[in-house]
């Protein structure tokens, strides 16, 4: 069924409803509840929300993590559709950022330096000789101020302070979910900051439709409204170019299975083990718009990707090797789920030639992506 067929038949069934005593008000329930402590005794929460259709996004405020995404396939049955573990402890213990706010700066940086306004700044090498997703302590280890919102949902804000990470200025960040009654998890980003600096947030959910643990997810087809790429060294990090997918194992224009060109004999296939790339969304970013579509075919779940971002990172799963075991016991082996980081791209601050990421004091920093779910 379609995403304009699927709203269709939530209509009428809304309408039918109507004097039968079922309430049909649109709204998204948010339960708030005890998830556990960090070592250093600060509390964790666990904010659920549930929509009409019995979606169900659960989010806590350690890390501001997608520990649980519930949605339907064409029978109408729920699945949880994001890997991840299965108590705070877990995640404490250490994880491939599993469905967390990514940041100060999402991605790499090469090196692990930048220089902004003629001056040098040094940042933790957390990725061989690299800096990545913001660092040793970044925003997916921190524990974020939430409140719910009054537009059924969560925000979560963060202040990262002067010098965290090796990041200049006094960030103020706000990150809010909401979940909607068109099956849609919305997240907007906004921050603003004291003094110069570089910002790129993202979330880092790893998706598997077919359910999280139910196998790879090389069968899944995926759309990315994406012409280029950027092409990456042998330290992950983009070279300067934006080189055509077309002809290459990364042209994803047209419904592709995944794992249909992933074990090709490619360069850029054999830098990343697999997918691991950052693509330039035709959209150019600034406005909200359509990047990336997938369909699970034995479950009929499809998830349309929309953000006003430039860049969308596509990520397989390829250094997961069945040494974290997840939520339920399951087991996550090479490839067990996706992920599609919207993004600006990697190295900005290092490469003027990109969309900047730059963030100065009297401008705000503002992002939005919606993961949109319906079923085939």
Not at 17 to 42: L, P, R, Y
Not at 204 to 213: I, K, M, T, V
Not at 224 to 235: E, M, Q, Y
Not at 307 to 317: F, R
Request: aromatic share 10%.
């Amino acid at each position: 069924m379609s995403f304009i067929r699927q709203a269709a038949a939530l209509t009428l069934w809304a309408a039918g409803c109507a004097g039968t005593g079922i309430m049909t008000e649109a709204k998204t329930i948010v339960k708030k509840q005890t998830f556990g402590q960090t070592a250093d005794g600060a509390s964790v929460d666990l904010y659920v929300l549930s929509n009409k259709n019995a979606m169900e996004a659960a989010i806590m405020n350690y890390g501001g993590i997608v520990v649980r995404l519930k949605t339907p396939d064409r029978n109408g049955k729920l699945e949880d559709i994001v890997l991840g573990m299965e108590n705070l402890d877990g995640y404490l213990k250490g994880h491939p950022y599993f469905g967390c706010i990514v940041g100060r700066y999402g991605n790499r940086i090469a090196k692990g330096r930048f220089v902004l306004n003629g001056v040098e700044y040094k940042l933790a090498k957390n990725n061989g000789e690299n800096h990545l997703h913001g660092g040793i302590r970044g925003f997916d280890k921190a524990v974020w101020t939430a409140r719910e919102t009054g537009a059924a949902g969560v925000e979560m804000s963060y202040l990262s302070k002067d010098g965290e990470e090796g990041y200049p200025g006094n960030l103020a960040v706000k990150v809010t979910y909401t979940l909607t009654d068109d099956n849609e998890l919305r997240i907007d980003y906004s921050a603003t900051t004291d003094k110069d600096t570089v910002v790129n947030l993202t979330n880092h959910s790893y998706f598997n439709l077919a359910g999280q643990g139910e196998g790879d997810i090389l069968a899944h087809e995926l759309m990315l409204n994406a012409d280029r790429f950027t092409p990456v060294d042998s330290g992950l990090i983009p070279t300067g170019e934006l080189r055509s997918v077309k002809g290459t194992p990364l042209d994803f224009t047209k419904p592709t299975a995944i794992g249909a060109r992933i074990g090709q004999d490619d360069e850029q296939l054999k830098l990343g083990g697999g997918y691991d790339h950052n693509f330039v969304l035709n959209s150019g970013g600034g406005r909200l718009a359509l990047a990336a579509r997938v369909h699970e075919p034995r479950t009929g779940r499809v998830m349309e990707v929309w953000t006003t971002e430039p860049g969308v990172q596509l990520y397989t799963g390829n250094f997961l090797d069945g040494t974290i075991r997840g939520k339920g016991g399951k087991v996550y082996q090479r490839r067990y789920g996706f992920c599609l980081e919207t993004q600006h791209f990697p190295d900005s601050p290092n490469q003027p030639e990109f969309p900047t990421t730059v963030l100065k004091p009297g401008g705000r920093y503002e992002s939005t992506t919606i993961f949109k779910f319906a079923a085939k």
